[in-house]
């Protein structure tokens, strides 16, 4: 005759079925843990490796857009996806997955690179999940800078900004109303001062003030209505710009009615303000300089004065 199971022996048999069930969680938690932080270095390689190749795309973009505007968006796409091959990400291969895509923000161009990759599980393939999808995305803008911060309160024509390294001299505009410079060889003051739309006067103590602080303290961008210093300056001006000779100065370039319409780096090579009052210098062509930036609705730059901005905006 069949007897029941004794209660030690069922409490056996549910402490092994408990026991199973608990295995499973356990090996589930392991693995999430492990496959889950092994994801999460998967994904910071890939972002560093996204963040390289959209500042790459970007660099080409520009470096390209100089000469042939055309085939910058093609150096864009080559550049980004030859950084995410050199660093182990090739498209198409292993489950990667590369986009770039060319687009525009506050007047800039903009390179934006979507990398993908499964992520291989160890132990949370036991619960079903051989892989799951790792993705990031970066996006580098490069274009002119519209605005300035440590601007110098120096003002060019547009038609004084050349490709040249050769030192050129500039001197003020003419006496009475002509205070906006209108040739290739006069320059002029500014406060960066804005009078509700109207034309803006300054006094020699504000420009002073700017040109031994290195420029100014706040941000001014191209769709600001500035107005220059009428010409006769103080001699100081000079003398106290002299102090700057040797550095490159982030001044503002001007249209024959003293609108603003971009920034250019000036080197300085000399400031006399004797008899005759003239600076001295030429303009450079760097790209990030600390001083040169692009905002939001801060107007629109103009690469034909050499300045570039590249940076990654997320």
């Known amino acids: 005759m069949n007897r029941p199971p004794s209660p030690e022996r069922r409490e056996r048999g549910q402490v092994l079925v408990v026991f199973a069930l608990a295995l499973v969680v356990i090996v589930a938690m392991v693995g999430l843990v492990l496959d889950g932080g092994s994801t999460y270095a998967q994904r910071r390689d890939m972002q560093n490796v996204a963040d390289a190749a959209a500042m790459a795309g970007a660099y080409a973009y520009t470096n390209t857009y100089v000469t042939s505007p055309g085939t910058a968006p093609n150096a864009a796409f080559v550049a980004a996806e030859s950084i995410a091959t050199a660093n182990g990400y090739t498209n198409g291969v292993n489950g990667v997955t590369i986009s770039v895509t060319i687009g525009s923000?506050?007047?800039?161009?903009?390179?934006?690179?979507?990398?993908?990759?499964p992520h291989q599980n160890s132990f949370a393939g036991v619960?079903?999940?051989?892989s799951w999808g790792v993705a990031t995305t970066a996006t580098a803008e490069t274009g002119a800078p519209n605005s300035a911060t440590g601007a110098m309160p120096v003002i060019f024509n547009q038609n004084s900004v050349t490709n040249s390294t050769s030192n050129q001299t500039f001197g003020e505009p003419g006496t009475g109303t002509e205070d906006v410079p209108q040739t290739p060889t006069t320059f002029n003051?500014?406060?960066y001062c804005t009078a509700n739309g109207n034309p803006c006067n300054g006094d020699s103590n504000t420009v002073d003030n700017l040109i031994n602080g290195s420029g100014t303290n706040t941000t001014v961008n191209l769709k600001e209505l500035i107005g220059p210093l009428n010409a006769g300056s103080h001699t100081t001006l000079f003398s106290d710009l002299a102090a700057h000779v040797g550095q490159d100065l982030a001044v503002a370039i001007v249209n024959n009615d003293g609108a603003m319409v971009g920034w250019a780096m000036f080197h300085l090579t000399g400031s006399v303000g004797g008899s005759t009052k003239q600076i001295s210098g030429y303009f450079v062509s760097p790209t990030n300089n600390s001083a040169l930036s692009i905002t939001n609705n801060g107007g629109n730059g103009t690469s034909q004065f050499g300045t570039y901005t590249v940076r990654l905006v997320n």
């Not at 923000?105 to 990759?117: E, I, R």
């Not at 619960?127 to 051989?130: A, C, D, F, K």
Request: glycine share 16%; charged share 10%.
């Open 105 to 117: 923000l506050n007047g800039a161009t903009t390179v934006q690179v979507d990398l993908g990759k």
């Open 127 to 130: 619960m079903g999940m051989s």
């Open 189 to 191: 003051w500014t406060v």
